[in-house]
């Protein structure tokens, strides 16, 4: 590997707005650049965008870009935990609509497709390691699986606290996982509770 090619792999890792707009050939916009910066300085993200905005088409570049060029997080146990996806929606249909995009991008970059061992809607699996499984999180669902580094919620306002709280934030309890929330706020719940926390001057959430 040369060394021209060892530095663009890591400008690839380190800068996911790089990635989007030279590695997936895509051209995001002036919010979009808002949401990929935030994520090296935030680690819960509020999303709330009007239709036709862009925000799942962003959401899912993000996706990939952490699937193929992210390192995992050293979990609270000091193990090394490869990137482990969550994408998350109260109705199934939500959840294929991510996967679908995610599947888009990685079905026009022919260099992507190399490194897929398994793409199914339920889970991706890439040759690094890394993950993305895809769950609805209905009130009667079951979530289940691996250790997260990486939560994705769409609709989270229709999430119930009790899936919020007691099924999905502790997948990124030992890892401070990344945590992308999107939706409308309607009612007093954790999502409409996140936005206020987002608005305090001291936030560690970012409101775009």
């Known amino acids: 590997m040369t060394l021209k090619l060892q530095e663009y792999i890591i400008q690839l890792k380190n800068d996911p707005v790089a990635c989007v707009k030279n590695f997936l050939r895509a051209a995001p916009s002036v919010k979009q650049e ?28 993000t996706i990939v870009w952490k699937l193929f060029f992210g390192d995992g997080i050293i979990n609270a146990m000091g193990q090394h935990v490869k990137e ?63 250790t997260a580094t990486m939560i994705v919620i769409e609709e989270s306002q229709d999430v119930s606290d009790e899936k919020y ?29 996140s936005t206020i926390n987002a608005t305090r001057s001291d936030s560690k959430i970012k409101l775009i």
């Open 34 to 61: 808002e949401f990929l910066n935030s994520i090296s300085e935030y680690n819960h993200i509020i999303a709330i965008w009007s239709r036709q905005s862009g925000k799942s088409t962003i959401m899912s570049r």
């Open 84 to 146: 482990t996806i969550y994408v998350l929606a109260p109705i199934l249909d939500q959840v294929k609509n991510l996967y679908n995009k995610i599947n888009n991008v990685i079905e026009s970059n022919p260099l992507l497709q190399k490194y897929i061992i398994h793409k199914s809607f339920d889970r991706i699996e890439l040759v690094n390691g890394n993950q993305c499984f895809f769950r609805s999180a209905s009130p009667g669902s079951h979530i289940r699986g691996p």
């Open 165 to 193: 709280y007691g099924d999905i934030l502790p997948f990124g309890a030992t890892t401070n996982a990344l945590t992308i929330e999107a939706g409308t706020p309607r009612t007093k719940n954790h999502f409409y509770q």
